[in-house]
């Protein structure tokens, strides 16, 4: 799966260029447990993503056994991947594995 991730200008002041930025999959249903993900830095934001079973967090575990996943963006100004007050997210709508054309906007405290 593909797509843009951008930042909502109404949030910019509330990051840092060097917090990091989570791009993480995973099932809309089951586990909470991220299918796959990787990270970035809020300087490099708006970015093209890509997100396949390449990426997969544990082998028996990939996008592609998913019937539909959810894809989210979260700037951590801890470094952490586990959610914190203040971090900002922003997620897509379920979509099948493999869809690309994404349009994922951090824009939620």
Known sequence: MSGRVSLAANLAANASPNDTVFIFARAAQGPRMPLAAFRLQVKDLPMDFRLDDSMAMAPQAKISSAAEVIVTAR???SG???????????????????T?????EIREV
């Open 75 to 77: 700037i951590s100004k």
């Open 80 to 98: 952490d991947p586990i959610p914190k007050s203040g971090d900002l997210e922003g997620s897509s709508a379920a979509v099948k594995p493999g």
């Open 100 to 104: 690309a054309g994404i349009k994922l």
